[in-house]
């Protein structure tokens, strides 16, 4: 347990057995219905919101992505996601897996358009030491949509968190279809919780609707942070974040 978070006011919220399970053995698990309706339509309505005002220059903070509509540093954008990086089931999640004391990496947005998304395999946080890890990233999904095949579900490789060496090395072409990829599917509120150094990627949205994601990332704290919170935190933002808040993001 990381002592910090539990003086600033962290409260863990265990997970079902088999979820814990899922996280240890494939790398990845599904948590239902973390975002409640309301909650869900506002982070929906202020996505849109923000495709629409930024434009061009959607996504520039992180990166951007053909066939993607892209979201970046969403922590500034809005208070409708200051419960998502503090949300107790993902970070007692992100503990789990972690075994030590980690921040906030990104939080970003991402939603493939028609015929469009695929990604090269990839892992976020590279390959771990030895199988057992650590591990130096934890990503989550935020589905503000249903995940289907057909709108585009992310693809994961189950187990490939505990593969040693480079990705290079087992993968051939990394943008055709893996013989053991699974797809992250889950109904709109859901969470997909997966260790950072599992294979996976964003996949093709066959259907065109919509398959908006918030991507919550994590990482351990001795390293730096895809988006560096200090530099980028907004004086509105720093108002409202509470303790536990400013020790997620690193801004203290």
Known sequence: MDAQLLQRGFTPEPLKPALYRELDQNGFAVIENVIGPKWLEQLRQTFEELVEEEGEE???EV?????VRRLADLVNKGEAFDAVYVQPALLTAALHIFQRPFKLHSLNGHDPLVNDGLQSLHADGGQPE????PFRVVNSMWMLDDFT????ATRIIPGSHRKLGNINDYIEDRMADHPEQVHLQGSAGSVAVFNGSIWHSSYINHSG??????HCAFIAREFDQQTNQREYLRPE?????SPLARYILDVD
């Open 149 to 152: 095949t057909e709108n585009g």
């Open 209 to 214: 609707r919509f398959r908006r994601t918030l």
């Open 130 to 133: 030895t199988a057992e890890g």
């Open 237 to 241: 933002t720093a108002e409202r974040l």
């Open 58 to 60: 959607a996504g520039v």
């Open 63 to 67: 990166a951007q992505m053909k066939g």
